[in-house]
């Protein structure tokens, strides 16, 4: 069962150009949600999260959309750079109970110069 | 300060031989977690840990055991390792509810 659905798979965007990654939760009980980066050979790491009190956070180039009552949320990359490719993970948990960060199934991202 | 620290980072095992994953991590973060990363299916929780002595199941248990005797150490072991169990194991870490997980370098394993 797939709590948290992500698309697309993969992407290639020119430098510069904004990538959009999407996913989509069915667990109303989520109140974070964070985005994960993992370059290859390397464990993820938390690029920038958001709760359900705010549509949009922006930290850098890096900016979460959210939809509350649509249950999606999404990833956009401004100016994007070679330097971003990367394989990202959206990720969602409650906090209640324990945490159990529920993954979505990732998007390789790919920016050619 | 070292983070997650996973040992070993590469294993090749035989199908039906046992093994120990050891995760150490130096934050003094209450919660641990054992994850696998297969292709097309992202990460997915085998079990995790909300203090020393606790264990609790994920969603992918089966195959696997886990023990926190100590706060710093969170072990996985492979009892009779399958093919299927041929993954990267991610060892992550936080202080406890909605914060930020802290993850290793990973484990790749390759059962035969």
């Known amino acids: 069962q797939q709590q948290v659905k992500q698309s697309p798979q993969s992407l290639i965007v020119q430098k510069g150009g904004i990538p959009i990654i999407n996913c989509a939760y069915e667990?109303?009980?989520?109140?974070?949600f964070p985005w994960y980066q993992q370059f290859p050979g390397k464990g993820p790491a938390l690029l920038i999260a958001?709760?359900?009190?705010?549509s949009e956070k922006k930290e850098g180039r890096f900016t979460i959309s959210f939809n509350k009552s649509a249950k999606q949320f999404s990833l956009h990359i401004m100016d994007s750079q070679p330097g971003d490719s990367a394989t990202y993970f959206c990720a969602a948990s409650r906090g209640t109970g324990f945490q159990k960060l529920v993954f979505g199934t990732g998007t390789r991202l790919l920016v050619s110069p | 300060n070292a983070g997650v620290t996973q040992t070993p980072k590469f294993r090749v095992l035989k199908t039906g031989q046992s093994m120990t994953l050891l995760c150490a991590q130096d934050m003094n973060h209450e919660y641990m977690y054992w994850y696998r990363q297969d292709p097309g299916m992202g990460l997915r929780l085998i079990h995790y840990s909300v203090g020393e002595g606790t264990t609790a199941k994920g969603e992918v248990p089966d195959g696997y055991n886990v023990s926190r005797l100590k706060k710093q150490n969170f072990l996985l072991g492979l009892e009779s390792a399958a093919p299927s169990q041929t993954s990267v194991y991610f060892c992550?870490?936080?202080?406890?509810?909605?914060?930020?997980?802290?993850f290793g370098q990973g484990t790749r394993l390759t059962v035969v």
């Open positions: 958001i709760r359900p009190d705010v």
């Open positions: 667990n109303t009980a989520f109140d974070y």
């Open positions: 992550a870490s936080s202080t406890g509810l909605n914060t930020e997980a802290f």
